[in-house]
């Protein structure tokens, strides 16, 4: 009867009460534990009371103008230089497709530093492409431009990994009834292709939008950490901590908290409106 009522309670079906061993919340509660019991600790120690001036202080503002800008920016750019190459992967096949692919997963992989090194050598002044931008004067180190590049870096992957699993869910014979009815490729892309895809798409976006927002390592390795041109939220986070300001750190990390919350929130409705229930 307990098993049955819990089971009622977050909204298990009849037949998921049958096929479902009771013995997995067990498991599920303590991964449950691990996910939320650190993010509630940390809301039970912000200074709620002081919270309006610690989130008005200069450098905080600063960090959140300069990480919601670059964030956006580095999204909008996963998205042009995204989508194409989530079309193609989901069209192509093949041992290069998938060499590729593992190509682009390798900064999900890597580690913060080792990214941000990677960045160093190929943008930075003495890089394989940064030496070519400091003698044409626009060179990006330590520069809001750096900050963009390791965003774009890291979620990029994010992006076209989300967009590909729902562009690869598009009926294929559909695309097909098109173009045998004289649509051309791009039409057919830019009116069945994308519209059935775009929950997927929505979804890349905002995630990598969170992968870029919450970027540390990297930047603070490839772009360093200077106030009002590379200092994001997280980098702003580590100095107050060093600084002996853990007051203004945990008022930083509600702000992450409450952006991410908005995000799944966005997510969640942008999603359920395009996809009929």
Known sequence: MHRSAAAR????????????????WIPASLALLFCAGPVAALLLNVPFASLGALLSAPEARTALLLSVTTSVGSTLICVVLGLPLAVLFSKLAGPWMQVLRGILLIPLVLSPVVSGIALLYFWGRQGLAGRFLESAGLGVGYSPAAVLIVQVFVSLPFFVVASLSSLRAVDHDLEMAAATSGAGPTAILRYITVPLALPGIIVGALLAFARSLGEYGATITFAGSIEGRTRTLPLQIELSLNSNQPEIALGICLILISLYLLLLAVARLGVGLLVPR
Do not use: F, I, N, S
């Open 9 to 24: 309670a977050v909204g298990m079906t009849r037949g998921a009460r049958a096929t479902t061993p009771a013995w997995l």
